[in-house]
């Protein structure tokens, strides 16, 4: 097999990407992957070395650190499946975009004194898990320094759209695609393959689990339920950190089942703000950029009531002249303002949201047998900590009374009596007492007699 390197990203490891996009990208390396012809027309070459900018119209100057600047706003190209740290092998000139690239980026345009906002456009299918969640704890802590926005144009999908959430603002484009909030993971068996080439793999290893998952082999039951917990913990991540990064209910996010919505829709489904293009957020925030250069007086300032120039360049009564906003002006504040109260609104949401689950997860500390509860009440977007206590403590009950009852059942004649006169409600009394011991001695006087 050839380039070991692109297997063991591909296969038997996590991965947040668009299902469809991993099909597409193994059988693109297929032959790669297992040594056959490799099929090169030159055409495809040649646009896969087309750069991303020249699908926007909005030209910049490209920085030393990577993104190009348009009057004022830094415009970051996120393109490609994503990786954990950028990778570029001179051999078959096979490069990765790494999430360490794209978080530098973004961190040094925050720091550039000559930008005053930040878009990322995403055209991306997602990439490895490895990375995506650190990328994008570190965008999300960059909210509130400058304006930051993200589209998908013209996608930004699974860990694309972790990333991209994350930003103050994602927005779409009207044949983009977004979401695919989910996890796959695809196990390869090769053993087939190596046996019609009379290759027979031997592991020797220690530890019951060194070998889990391996390609030489069918998949073990065992281990594919242990892959699957894996899983479903990395997937109950992707969801909270949706959730803190929209201000959606992890019930919500959650509901969405990994689907991936184009344009329109995926604003209804809350997962952008709004369908627009690239070209208009980055004109949008451009005109948020302060100008330090004075405008200057206009003609009606310098002249008098008659029309006759004033010296002193003011209107009657000694007021300077106003000069009234430009439309352009008013659209940006207005823009700026809605942004604001968009970002504002969104972080309070999150974090309110964040901290109910987290409640949640500590009423559960230190309550065994109730970790599917704990879980199922995190996720459904609505149960305080308060909440989540009573319902521990209702379930805990429940299984007390069920060991209880089952410890009953399991006990002799003579303590059944007893605990169900106890559970009755019955109080010894004189009589009580005096009537069992009638009954004991008659019981006693019995068997003798049978004996006799």
């Given at each position: 097999m050839k380039y070991p390197h692109l297997a063991a990203q591909l296969f038997n490891c996590p991965l947040l990407v668009h299902p469809q996009k991993l099909d597409a990208i193994i059988a693109g390396l297929?032959?790669?992957?297992?040594?056959?012809?490799?099929?090169?027309?030159?055409?495809?070459?040649?646009?896969?070395?087309?750069?991303?900018?020249?699908?926007?119209?909005?030209?910049?100057?490209?920085?030393?650190?990577?993104?190009?600047?348009?009057?004022?706003?830094?415009?970051?190209?996120?393109?490609?499946?994503?990786?954990?740290?950028?990778?570029?092998?001179?051999?078959?000139?096979?490069?990765?975009?790494?999430?360490?690239?794209?978080?530098?980026?973004?961190?040094?345009?925050?720091?550039?004194?000559d930008v005053h906002a930040v878009v990322q456009i995403w055209d991306s299918p997602g990439g490895e898990v490895a990375g995506a969640f650190e990328y994008a704890d570190r965008v999300y802590s960059l909210r509130g320094r400058k304006p930051m926005r993200a589209i998908a144009d013209s996608m930004a999908a699974s860990a694309a759209y972790l990333g991209g959430s994350a930003f103050d603002e994602l927005a779409i484009t009207s044949t983009g695609y977004a979401g695919s909030i989910g996890v796959v993971m695809r196990h390869v068996d090769w053993s087939g393959a190596l046996a019609k080439d009379g290759i027979r793999v031997t592991h020797i290893f220690a530890g019951d689990h060194k070998v889990d998952g391996n390609p030489f082999g069918p998949l073990p039951a065992a281990v594919a339920a242990d892959l699957q917990a894996e899983i479903n913990g990395i997937y109950d991540q992707f969801v909270i950190a949706v959730a803190r990064h929209t201000g959606l209910s992890i019930e919500a996010v959650r509901a969405t089942q990994a689907r991936t919505y184009r344009g329109e829709a995926a604003q209804q489904a809350g997962l952008v703000s709004r369908v627009t293009t690239a070209d208009a957020l980055i004109s949008e925030l451009a005109a948020m950029r302060s100008r330090p250069h004075s405008v200057g007086q206009t003609a009606r300032s310098t002249t008098d009531a008659k029309g006759a120039p004033s010296m002193s360049g003011t209107e009657k009564g000694g007021q300077a002249a106003a000069q009234a906003p430009t439309s352009e002006q008013l659209e940006a504040a207005r823009a700026e303002g809605y942004q604001r109260g968009l970002a504002e609104g969104r972080q309070a949401g999150a974090a309110a949201e964040t901290e109910r689950v987290r409640a949640v997860f500590a009423q559960g500390e230190g309550m065994q047998g109730h970790a599917a509860l704990v879980m199922q009440l995190a996720l459904d977007g609505k149960t305080t900590g308060e909440g989540a206590a009573a319902a521990i403590l209702a379930a805990e009950r429940a299984a007390t009374a069920a060991a209880a009852a089952a410890h009953r059942g399991d006990a002799p004649p003579a303590a059944k009596t007893a605990a169900a006169a106890a559970a009755a409600g019955d109080k010894d009394t004189p009589k009580s007492i005096a009537a069992r011991a009638v009954a004991g001695l008659a019981a006693i006087t019995n068997r003798q007699a049978s004996k006799a």
């Open positions: 297929g032959h790669r992957l297992l040594g056959g012809p490799v099929v090169d027309d030159g055409a495809d070459a040649t646009a896969e070395q087309l750069p991303r900018e020249l699908f926007s119209t909005r030209r910049g100057e490209r920085s030393d650190n990577g993104y190009a600047v348009t009057d004022g706003v830094a415009v970051i190209y996120a393109s490609g499946a994503l990786v954990h740290r950028t990778q570029f092998k001179a051999a078959d000139s096979n490069y990765m975009l790494g999430y360490n690239t794209l978080a530098s980026q973004l961190e040094a345009a925050m720091a550039d004194p």
